[in-house]
């Protein structure tokens, strides 16, 4: 029988095992004389470190998330906002790619017709981008046939991201 300290540890990682860097292979092409066609063999390469942030600044599930600001457009006004704002609340931070855009208007819509039910919920939209405030308030004062459902009435913020500090926090 096994003490404590002497218990099996074979699926656990040790410390020396983490600094170890992780090993790289390359892959070379080598002819056969019996094989017109080229096989590839897998020989080592030189190791090479990854840069792999620590598990403490990975973001966690149901955990206070940093406090940031940004500027957004909330019912055709532009406003600072910043993430205390929402204290008791649950957030929705909804990334997508840029305003005048197929899929992501409609999508936004969407959303923005469905806030209702979030907000029963305690629940807030904030929806971010890497367009320009105002690049958000001419796209929510553009018309619904122009830009493919986008209303002038959003029920949700559009923030603008351009300098990804959201992204970063």
Same mark, same amino acid.
């Given at each position: 029988m096994q003490s404590n300290d002497q218990s099996n540890n074979s699926f656990q990682m040790q410390d020396d095992e983490l600094s170890r860097p992780v090993p790289v292979a390359s892959v070379v092409t080598q002819r056969r004389r019996a094989s017109p066609v080229p096989v590839p063999t897998v020989v080592s390469a030189p190791a090479v470190r990854?840069?792999?942030?620590?598990?403490? %600044? @990975?973001?966690?599930?149901?955990?206070?998330?940093?406090? !940031?600001?940004?500027?957004a457009v909330v019912d055709s006004q532009i406003r600072e906002i910043q993430l205390s704002d929402y204290?008791?609340? %649950?957030?929705? @931070?909804? !990334?997508?790619?840029?305003?005048?855009? @197929?899929a992501c208007?409609? /999508?936004?819509v969407e959303y923005s017709e469905r806030a209702a039910e979030f907000r029963n919920l305690n629940t807030e939209i904030l929806a971010i981008s890497t367009d320009s405030y105002c690049t958000h308030l001419a796209w929510t004062n553009t018309p619904r046939k122009v830009c !493919?459902?986008?209303s002038?009435?959003?029920?949700?913020?559009?923030?603008?991201?351009? /300098?990804? /500090?959201?992204?970063?926090?």
């Open positions: 990854c840069q792999v942030p620590p598990m403490g %600044f @990975l973001p966690r599930v149901q955990c206070h998330a940093p406090d !940031f600001k940004g500027i204290e008791g609340k %649950f957030l929705l @931070l909804l !990334f997508y790619p840029q305003d005048f855009s @197929l208007p409609s /999508e936004l !493919f459902g986008a002038a009435k959003l029920k949700m913020l559009l923030s603008s991201g351009n /300098e990804m /500090e959201v992204t970063f926090s």
